[in-house]
């Protein structure tokens, strides 16, 4: 897993650029698809967890 940080945010940004912007204050999820949102912020959670992995291995 790569450790360098500005590769970690560039893949968390890939992860979480396809999420739907939504109005924190309208809480709208109309048509937002919750499963495919979770799926994302999952792979962003798995990615943030290895390359902690990798560092407290290093």
């Known amino acids: 897993m790569n450790t ?3 590769q970690i945010r560039a ?3 890939a ?3 396809e999420l739907p912007s939504v109005d924190p204050d309208g809480a709208d ?3 937002v698809d919750i499963d495919a949102m979770g799926r994302r ?3 962003a ?3 943030l967890v290895h390359a902690l992995e990798s560092v407290e291995k290093g």
């Open 4 to 6: 360098d940080p500005e």
């Open 11 to 13: 893949d968390i940004d």
């Open 29 to 31: 999820l109309t048509g």
């Open 15 to 17: 992860a979480l650029a």
């Open 41 to 43: 912020l999952e792979e």
């Open 45 to 47: 959670h798995q990615i």
